[in-house]
């Protein structure tokens, strides 16, 4: 059964600490990307990997960080340094160049 | 900077109503185009991807069009039903890396 994995679907944190979000993928895709989505707003990039050991800051990266140690698995860690980090967080991959396929995505809720 | 507008942002028909979402970019130079359904709290559904090469994509009762020179993309639904009720985004890729500039979505109810 292929396909993408988000975890947890929910997550609550204080404010001040970090908070790791996973995305694991077997479509043997090579790309994975990061996204976020805010009421009202269109998601935005966040980072993105095209290959193993290799990422991209996108358009929001400030107070993000992200790892990409092995093709199935893209971690994108939350920091304290994030001002506003309560928002729905989409994980993406694809094949270079082709239609990108979305994870059911993590809602952090920090107070 | 690419931006991506979708118009208007929410949008009620009766069952059984062909329609057309619209959506529209500043920059034509896109290497492809991709259309996706987002149900609430879930993640997103790839519809149709039209390559930058491409004029249109159909799957099933849906059909998307693009339009380069003009900046426009349509997703064309025919004889929609209650269960086509949902978000869908427009997507605009810039490049091989695939990076995506997304609109902020047309929320679409269908009624019974």
């Known amino acids: 059964d292929g396909g993408i994995t988000q975890s947890p679907k929910y997550l609550f944190r204080k404010e001040g600490q970090n908070v790791t979000l996973s995305c694991e993928q077997n479509l043997n895709h090579d790309a994975m990307y990061w996204y976020r989505q805010d009421p009202g707003q269109g998601l935005r990039l966040i980072y993105y990997s095209q290959i193993v050991n290799d990422f991209q800051k996108g358009d929001i990266a400030e107070g993000y960080s992200v790892s990409r140690e092995k093709k199935e698995s893209f971690p994108l860690t939350v920091t304290s340094a994030q001002k506003n980090p309560t928002a729905f967080y989409l994980c993406?991959?694809?094949?270079?160049?082709?239609?990108?396929?979305f994870g059911p995505g993590t809602r952090l809720t920090v107070t | 900077k690419q931006e991506v507008t979708q118009i208007p942002a929410a949008l009620s028909v009766p069952e059984g109503e062909n329609l057309v979402l619209n959506c529209s970019f500043t920059d034509s130079a896109i290497y492809n185009l991709q259309w996706f359904r987002q149900d609430p709290g879930k993640g997103l559904t790839s519809l149709l991807l039209?390559?930058?090469?491409?004029r249109e994509q159909t799957s099933g009762r849906l059909n998307a069009s693009l339009d380069k020179s003009s900046g426009r993309s349509t997703l064309y639904i025919a004889a929609s039903q209650p269960g086509d009720s949902a978000t869908y985004l427009c997507a605009v890729g810039d490049g091989a890396n695939s990076k995506l500039t997304f609109g902020k979505g047309i929320t679409l109810s269908v009624r019974p």
């Open positions: 993406a991959s694809s094949t270079t160049g082709e239609e990108q396929y």
């Open positions: 039209i390559q930058s090469s491409q």
